[in-house]
Antibody, heavy 122, light 107 residues
Framework: QVQLQESGPGLVKPSQTLSLTCTVS??????????WSWLRQHPGKGLEWIGY???????YYNASLKSRVAISIDTSRNQFSLNVSSVTAADTAVYYC??????????????WGQGTLVTVSS | EIVMTQSPATLSVSPGERATLSCRAS??????LAWYQQRPGQAPRLLIY???TRATGIPARFSGSGSGTEFTLTISSLQSEDFAVYYC?????????FGHGTKVEIK
């Protein structure tokens, strides 16, 4: 059974960098065919795909966040990470990591991590 | 970017009744459409992909149909655990985009 778990600070100050890590169990990040993804959900709102990383290190980001986002991978720890720089209150959201399938640029998501609320506030 | 529109925003249904949820895409997404269920305080759970294929472990009372721009999720007989918010997502065009959800509540 594949499981994902997000970790990281729940509170970030404006203008700083939000950093989260997703630990994967039950599947190897080094296996091909999965697109390790980050998504977010603003309070009471819908879902937004942030981007993904492939085991090779190739990354793809939503254009709306591209200038501030970086996703990295650590295959030795079976983890991938998200950094969002220069955060504002608009980045307050529940952040999810998820496994994307089946093709590059054409992903649905299964499974998801439980999500972690990140609040941007001084 | 493809815009996904879900209707209705809220659906009031009695337990045991049938629920029909709609999702419309602003452009054709072929059959690259997924449905998710989100219970309060939980992560979304994949129900359906490729418009009509149930994900592993999803009960047969959930069914999906449609192609192109019009899609439907049907829950044949609502159980207590089915009262939740349902999202559709297109993954035909990058980036994949989600609808704003339909809340299925107890009537």
């Amino acid at each position: 059974q594949v499981q994902l778990q997000e970790s990281g600070p729940g509170l970030v100050k404006p203008s700083q960098t939000l950093s989260l890590t997703c630990t994967v169990s039950g599947d190897s990040i080094s296996n091909g065919g999965s697109y390790w993804s980050w998504l977010r959900q603003h309070p009471g709102k819908g879902l937004e795909w942030i981007g993904y990383i492939y085991y090779s290190g190739n990354t793809y980001y939503n254009a709306s966040l591209k200038s501030r986002v970086a996703i990295s991978i650590d295959t030795s720890r079976n983890q991938f990470s998200l950094n969002v720089s220069s955060v504002t209150a608009a980045d307050t959201a529940v952040y999810y990591c998820a496994r994307g399938k089946p093709l590059p640029f054409q992903n649905f998501f299964d499974p998801w991590g439980q999500g972690t609320l990140v609040t941007v506030s001084s | 970017e493809i815009v996904m529109t879900q209707s209705p925003a809220t659906l009031s249904v009695s337990p045991g009744e049938r629920a029909t949820l709609s999702c419309r895409a602003s452009h054709s997404v072929n059959n690259n459409l997924a449905w998710y269920q989100q219970r309060p305080g939980q992560a979304p759970r994949l129900l359906i992909y490729a418009a009509s294929t149930r994900a592993t472990g999803i009960p047969a009372r959930f069914s999906g149909s449609g192609s192109g721009t019009e899609f439907t999720l049907t829950i044949s007989s609502l159980q207590s655990e089915d009262f939740a918010v349902y999202y559709c997502q297109q993954y035909n065009n990058w980036p994949g985009t989600f609808g704003h959800g339909t809340k299925v509540e107890i009537k």
